[in-house]
């Protein structure tokens, strides 16, 4: 275990020098991603929301451990048939590497070089391993001196005490050093963003409910949900970033940074979610976006007749199918740059990435940006709907409760219930709880920021002693209810009454 860890580190730390966009780990990983069932994606975001690729990485290390294991025993068992082990996995990381998008000559030979370590490490390992088991135990039934058992006991420790703290040096090194994401996020701090030629409207001054406990109205980015399948976030260089339209265009468009950074911008604040939501999660944030219309974009390449689909791509080879109407109508549709007054965060998407109201991120959200292929959905499909989800994606009017938190006692007399609702590019027209399935209590609804924004709203109740069952739901400005059937997430988003149970205890 001690060897392969070494070799891993190794190849990470060698990738941090000269890949940084594409380890071995981060390979496998990728493939991993892409071949669970959905059925297991969304049980895992369920469970560990944001902290999937933790639990990702973490379940790759037990893998790894157990396969490590197995082949140490082989190895002190019959030589070279643990290193031989050890290898088949080598060039199985070599062939996730070459599924990858952001693949060249170099991180291929990371895998390689990272079994080549482990062996070497596991060999001098196990030498010591039998040296010492041989002085303890002689052919001839003679007892070895103390002293030469203890040197052989000392070396072989000295040596696995060794090659564990390389492997953690070279592990910590790998996790902090990786050369183009640190020069990116240099490169990201040195960006100004320019002054939109279309501000966002104020905030209305009552949008805040008051409410103790409510989440703010304007997600902070260190706050905003992380949901995609980068296991690790792309280095993406500023200064090299293009942006290609191609397909049934009249004309095929190039952007760089500098370009997009020029022309007018438009600041909008939007609420995005991600397809994956439960009923009352909190897949879902509410930004200040900084971007470029992305009708206008379009109206540059000329999109042909019989097109109706956008293909965007991100640099990890990630891409999502977004209808044409949708990012040519009226909505503020935007190749994003800023969020919440900053360059876009690493993480979201920095340099560019797609923010378009109305519909859930799995087919609009596209981080990284380099493509937007105009195409058909005939012909062409993003990555989740051959997976199973629906091909367009519209969010669900929706509602939530988040105070009192579900489960938590409260004293009696005049309770507030609080929280969100939204119903994209429509807007929320009404909110309403009820209690104990009695009859439904309209809220006082906040104004929104925009159709495009969640809205909060409030209800003072008072309540005796006991146990109570509170549910809300939402109407939208067209006055229609949000769906009361319970649905999970796939295939189109999930449905339902938030509902919590609060004890009034005296």
């Not at 109508?329 to 900053?342: H, I, P, Q, T």
């Not at 009192?404 to 609080?418: C, D, Q």
């Not at 069952?469 to 400005?477: F, G, H, K, L, P």
Request: with cysteine; hydrophobic share 45%.
């Amino acid at each position: 275990m001690v060897a392969v860890a070494g070799g891993v580190a190794a190849g990470e730390l060698l990738a941090g020098f000269a890949s940084p966009s594409l380890s071995p780990l981060s390979a496998v990983g990728g493939v991993v991603i892409d071949a669970v069932p959905p059925g297991v994606k969304d049980w895992a975001i369920s469970l560990f929301g944001t902290a999937d690729k933790a639990a990702l990485l973490a379940g790759m290390a037990l893998v790894i451990a157990g396969l490590a294991a197995l082949a140490g025993v082989l190895e002190l068992r019959r030589r070279f048939s643990g290193a031989v082990l050890v290898g088949i996995f080598g060039l199985a990381g070599a062939a996730a590497v070459l599924t990858r998008s952001q693949v060249t000559q170099v991180p291929v030979v990371l895998p390689l070089l990272a079994a080549a370590a482990a062996v070497v490490l596991l060999r001098l390992l196990v030498g010591r391993l039998a040296a010492w088991e041989g002085t303890a135990s002689t052919p001839d039934g003679e007892s070895t001196p103390d002293a030469t058992v203890a040197r052989s006991r000392r070396s072989f420790l000295q040596a696995l005490a060794g090659t564990a703290a390389a492997a953690g040096v070279a592990g910590l090194l790998a996790g902090i050093w990786r050369g183009a994401a640190n020069a990116v996020s240099e490169a990201r701090a040195r960006i100004t963003l320019p002054t939109p030629a279309s501000p966002a409207p104020p905030i209305p001054a009552a949008a805040e409910s008051g409410v103790a406990g409510m989440p703010p109205l304007v997600t902070p980015n260190r706050d905003f949900y992380r949901i995609d399948t980068a296991l690790t976030v792309p280095a993406v260089n500023p200064d090299t970033w293009l942006l290609k339209v191609t397909g049934m265009v009249a004309r095929e468009v190039q952007l760089s940074l500098a370009d997009l950074m020029a022309k007018p911008l438009t600041e909008r604040h939007i609420t995005i979610a991600c397809v994956s939501n439960n009923v009352g999660g909190d897949l879902i944030g509410n930004a200040r976006w900084l971007g470029w219309p992305v009708r206008d974009l379009l109206a540059l390449a000329g999109p042909q007749p019989g097109s109706d689909m956008v293909l965007s791509r991100s640099t990890d080879g990630w891409t999502a199918g977004t209808p044409l109407e949708v990012l040519t109508d009226n909505r503020d549709a935007l190749l994003a740059v800023g969020m919440n007054g900053e360059p876009l965060p690493l993480e979201h998407g920095f340099p560019v990435r797609l923010v378009v109201p109305g519909l859930y991120g799995y087919v609009s959200a596209t981080k990284w940006l380099t493509e937007l292929k105009v195409t058909r959905f005939a012909d062409d499909a993003g990555y989740w709907t051959p997976r199973g989800w629906s091909e367009r994606g519209p969010i669900k009017t929706s509602s939530r409760i988040d105070v009192p938190r579900s489960g938590r006692p409260v004293s009696p007399g005049t309770v507030v219930f609080a929280g969100v609702a939204w119903a994209q590019h429509t807007g929320i027209g009404k909110v309403e709880v009820r209690l104990n399935r009695g009859p439904w209590r309209e809220a006082e609804l906040a104004p929104g920021i925009s159709a495009d924004t969640w809205y909060q709203w409030k209800l003072a109740v008072d309540l005796s002693p006991g146990q109570y069952e509170v549910q809300v739901r939402a109407s939208d400005m067209n006055g229609r209810p949000q769906d009361e059937t319970s649905r999970p997430p796939a295939p189109d988003g999930a449905t339902g009454f938030h509902t919590v149970r609060v004890d009034v205890k005296s």
